[in-house]
């Protein structure tokens, strides 16, 4: 079965603290997806990658940066966490080369408190 | 700008049909999703329309109509496992997806 694992589900953390969240997916895809999920907004596009090494600048990249030193995984790095950063972050990836069709699959998310 | 709209929260009975609908101004289409996510849980696929038309898929359907830009998912013969947020998102010209905010779907017995 297809997976997408987000190793935290819960974090708590401090303003100012550096924050790594890792995203590992076992399908071999070249495509990585970091999202954040907050109550009434769609999900929000922060980084992408296409291929290792390689990463792309979403809706809303500041404050954030991300790593992809190896195809299976994809890490969303917060350098110094806020309070507008505490939210629901979703990871997810697709195989092959973008088109209409590609589905993506998701992790179960990680929910990060700044206090 | 880009714009997906869809109810924040419907409501209906078990054994019931519900429509929850997706309206959408996007530059370009390539492409309507339908995923559902339970509380805490990820979001999974249910459906994709490329052309005009009704997909049906067991007791969940979607339809497409691009001229209007209007989509729905329709659900039948609902059960209380369907309570769910069903997120509609479009891929725009640059393949890029669009997201609506999410339709809360409450399920009574």
């Known amino acids: 079965d297809v997976k997408v694992t987000q190793s935290s589900r819960y974090l708590v953390k401090r303003t100012g603290e550096k924050v790594f969240l890792e995203c590992v997916q076992d399908?071999?895809?070249?495509?990585m997806f970091w999202y954040r999920q907050d109550p009434g907004l769609g999900l929000r596009l922060i980084y992408f990658?296409?291929?290792?090494?390689?990463?792309e600048k979403g809706d809303i990249p500041e404050g954030y940066s991300v790593s992809r030193e190896k195809k299976e995984r994809f890490s969303l790095i917060l350098e110094s966490a806020s309070t507008n950063q505490t939210s629901m972050y979703l990871c997810a990836s697709f195989g092959g080369r973008a088109s209409g069709a590609n589905v993506l699959t998701f992790g179960a998310g990680s929910r990060l408190t700044v206090l | 700008g880009q714009n997906i709209d869809q109810p924040t929260e419907m409501t209906a009975t078990e054994g019931a049909i519900v429509q929850i609908n997706c309206t959408y101004q996007t530059s370009g289409f390539n492409g309507l999703f339908w995923y559902q996510q339970h509380a805490g849980e990820a979001p999974t696929f249910l459906s994709y329309?490329?052309l005009d038309g009704l997909e049906e898929k067991g007791r969940f359907s979607s339809f497409l109509s691009r001229s209007k830009g209007y989509s729905y998912l329709l659900l039948k013969e609902l059960q209380m496992k369907d309570s769910a947020s069903y997120l509609c998102?479009?891929?725009?010209?640059?393949?890029?997806?669009?997201w609506g905010a999410g339709t809360k779907l409450i399920i009574k017995p």
């Open positions: 329309n490329v």
């Open positions: 998102a479009v891929k725009d010209s640059n393949y890029q997806l669009i």
């Open positions: 990658s296409y291929d290792v090494k390689m990463k």
């Open positions: 399908m071999d895809h070249e495509n």
